[in-house]
């Protein structure tokens, strides 16, 4: 036995904690007493007891360090959760602490820091439960910065860790943040009030997360409850909004935009703009002004009655003559089979039900504006980007509608995605999608990166080769054959409704019913009341609206001389009376300088009077096919030394023979290897001719190539012209 009754002494070993006739103890694990009558026991090396631990608890270590460390990472916060320590160091209470360090250099998501300088993170970052005293093995921490590296170290500790602070042990987990959208605005202020605008002010959210791009501000009135809203958006952190009503309660809702997307929307910010004056006035006054205004109602109501009857009217009558009912339609009888046939969106009774038929409707938080690159009748042209959920952000083209339109012009202008959204052909512009649903109402269409032909050749100015004009020509004739198969009359064919896109793509562009009357600014009145963009407008339509593709056609030929003369205007600065009455009188434009004489003649033969004698978009784009593939019947020029520059062309002149079509002017122009080009004869005789020396095509009336290009000369003759009658050529 240990126990020494006669001395009442522990001995080593063993620890009495009070004097008197008391057994000893033995030491605890990892205690000690050396000595004979010790009162308590002494720790080992790196053991401790806790204050509060009694002598009769074994001395005890800091744990070891928190094992399996996993992180979670969402946008900008962590879940952090480990196991257990696997030696508490003999007690249980531990604890943990997490420390936050926010690193630069190598990022790499891994238990260890790597080649990393941290430095403490900001106080903002929050921690749940908490930072410190932990006692579950889980923590999420949140608020961090966006695309940062941040090293978090877990400590575990207990009772004893105080007392060796060099015996601490952690884990470390280091894990890069993801992209995250800005958090929301939360300060806004008004600055002014008027009756109808209202200015704003807000702050930067606490957190962008990046570089803001724009706020969108959404608001609507009180009242109608988000039934209907308008969105604007703000590159700074202002805005004033106009055209609200007086006296009227609305609520408003920003958010931040960044690379990472739309952050959250502020809570709802409220506010009313001011009385309306002529109601706050002396209630006898007002009286008097509400009289005036119901008068001006009634006034408008009983305007608008007899227009719609008259409306009714005239289209009544109208849809009698058969030419009139098929204006939009195309000859019915030249539709190839098998292809769908384009549906005009009028011909539904709720045309707002044809646009969601055709086009596909966008949410405007997946647009975002980036900027002005036109304008248009109803609105600006925007360029930006379209990002769709699970799909690869696109840059889109944006026509916007104005506020304050009618119901007719809202109509009118969705119209054009409805016709838009019928059409699938790579000349033609693709429609993405429309909103409708918030305002303001929207048409999102691929981008095309070299904007409107005309002016993307006024700045190329003799930059090309013929083959690339050749090219781009082509694919405006094969979409404008898509558009004629789907009896589609386009009636506004010109360089500046063709877009290019950065590979020289041509498309079509610019649909819609009334767009003729109303949003080009080359249309003008004829006499008749309708607005033609006369330049363009093939005779028949311009005198009794017979569009038709053959009118098209016509069109086509101007296109093309657009495109030979690099973005000339037709008829340069000659009068549309002028243009009318030249054209009517069988003068034509001349060819545009360097043009190959195949091409000149294409644009001639578009510009038959006789429409039916003018060639299909079938042909045309067969003939350029045979161009493009035969570059030797590009090279002989049409500028004749025999006739004055640039005049436009009496073609019932005797010095030309008379053409009806292309194959007689070949032989005309006794150019018969190329003959063969237009009658579908394969023919490598073109390079041969296009050896033929210059002597020898001088004979047969064609020279290659003369500077010519003298707007002041020609405008000089086509002013003697309209005075002094044709000139003969
Ligand atoms: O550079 C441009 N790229 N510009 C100037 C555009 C574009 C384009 O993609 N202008 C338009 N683009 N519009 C409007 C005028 C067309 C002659 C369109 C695309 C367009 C839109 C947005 C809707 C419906 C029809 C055309």
């Known amino acids: ?57 074994a001395c005890t270590r800091p744990p070891s360090a928190p094992r399996n460390v996993i992180s979670s990472i969402n946008e900008t916060s962590v879940i952090l959760d480990w196991s257990w320590p696997e030696d508490s160091g003999g007690r249980r209470d531990a604890t943990f602490n997490v420390l936050c360090k926010r690193c630069r250099g190598e990022a790499a998501n891994g238990t ?43 400590e575990a500790l207990n009772g004893v860790s105080s007392l060796a602070p060099k015996m601490r042990q952690y884990a470390a987990v ?86 990472a997307g739309y952050g959250a929307s502020s809570p709802s910010f409220q506010f009313e703009t001011s009385p309306d004056s002529a109601f706050s006035i002396s209630s006898e006054s007002s009286q008097v002004v509400l009289i005036a205004i119901s008068s001006a109602v009634a006034i408008i109501l009983l305007t608008v009655l007899l227009y719609v009857l008259i409306g009714r009217f005239c289209c009544h009558s109208k849809s009698k003559h058969p030419d009139e009912k098929r204006l939009h339609f195309g000859n019915s009888h030249m539709r190839l089979p098998g292809i769908r046939t384009y549906v005009d969106p009028h011909t539904y009774e709720d045309p707002s039900q044809a646009v969601h038929e055709f086009a596909k409707e966008l949410d405007a938080s997946c647009i975002a504006i980036d900027k002005v690159v036109g304008a248009g009748e109803f609105g600006e042209v925007c360029s930006g980007r379209l990002k769709m959920p699970s799909k690869k952000e696109i840059c889109v083209a944006i026509k916007t509608l104005k506020g304050g339109y009618t119901d007719k012009q809202r109509r009118d202008f969705l119209a054009e995605a409805s016709i838009m959204g019928q059409f699938d052909h790579p000349n033609i512009i693709r429609l993405e999608g429309v909103v409708t649903r918030s305002k303001p109402v929207m048409i999102v269409t691929e981008y095309m990166e070299n904007g409107s032909l005309d002016s993307f050749l006024r700045k190329h100015d003799a930059q090309f080769t013929v083959i690339q004009l050749v090219g781009m020509l082509r694919g405006i004739a094969s979409g404008m054959k898509y558009l004629s198969d789907m009896g589609y009359v386009h009636r506004d064919l010109a360089a500046r409704n063709i877009l290019v896109n950065s590979n020289l793509v041509c498309k079509v562009s610019d649909f819609g019913l009334s767009r003729v009357l109303e949003d080009d600014p080359e249309a003008a009145y004829t006499t008749r009341g309708g607005k033609i963009p006369i330049r363009w407008t093939a005779p028949e339509a311009i005198a009794y609206r017979k569009f038709t593709s053959a009118s098209d056609a016509w069109s086509y030929g101007i296109v093309l001389w657009e495109v030979m003369s690099y973005g000339e205007r037709p008829y340069w600065e000659m009068s549309n009376q002028d243009v009318i009455k030249a054209v009517e009188e069988g003068y034509r434009l001349p060819p545009p300088m360097d043009c190959p004489a195949t091409l000149y003649q294409l644009m001639l ?125």
């Open 605 to 729: 033969d578009c510009w038959q009077k006789e429409r039916n004698n003018r060639p299909k978009f079938e042909e045309i784009v067969s003939i350029l096919d045979k161009l493009i593939r035969n570059p030797g019947c590009l090279k002989i020029t049409a500028n004749t030394t025999s006739r004055p520059a640039n005049l436009l062309l009496d073609r019932s002149s005797s010095e030309i023979p008379a053409l009806d079509t292309l194959g007689d002017w070949m032989d005309g122009m006794r150019t018969l290897p190329c003959k063969e080009a237009f009658s579908g004869v394969s023919y490598s005789s073109c390079d041969t001719l296009a050896k033929t020396s210059t002597e020898d095509l001088k004979k047969v009336g064609v020279t290659i190539v003369g500077p010519q290009k003298n707007i002041v000369s020609s405008l000089k003759a086509l002013d003697s012209y309209t005075k002094n009658g044709p000139v003969p050529v």
């Open 174 to 259: 280091t894990i890069t943040t993801n992209q995250a959208a800005p958090s929301p605005v939360t300060v806004i202020r008004k600055e002014k009030t008027s009756r109808n605008s209202v200015s704003l002010s807000w702050q930067q959210p606490e957190r962008p997360n990046g570089i803001i791009l724009d706020y969108e501000i959404k608001y609507y009135e009180k009242e109608e409850q988000e039934t209907s809203y308008t969105i604007l958006r703000a590159r700074g952190c202002n805005v004033t909004l106009n055209g609200l009503k007086p006296s009227t309660a609305y609520l408003l809702q920003i958010r931040a935009r960044t690379a």
């Open 112 to 154: 260890s820091g790597g080649n990393l300088r941290c430095e403490p993170c900001r106080s903002k970052v929050h921690f749940l439960p908490r930072a410190t005293g932990l006692h579950n093995t889980t923590v999420t921490v949140g608020d961090l910065l966006a695309h940062t590296n941040y090293t978090f170290e877990i």
């Open 1 to 57: 036995m240990d126990f020494l009754p006669i001395a009442w002494v522990c001995r080593a070993g063993f620890y009495k904690s009070t004097v008197g006739n008391m057994e000893c103890s033995k030491c605890p694990p990892h205690s000690f007493s050396h000595h004979e009558g010790s009162l308590h026991c002494g720790c080992e090396r790196n053991y401790f007891r806790a204050e509060g631990d009694p002598a009769s608890m």
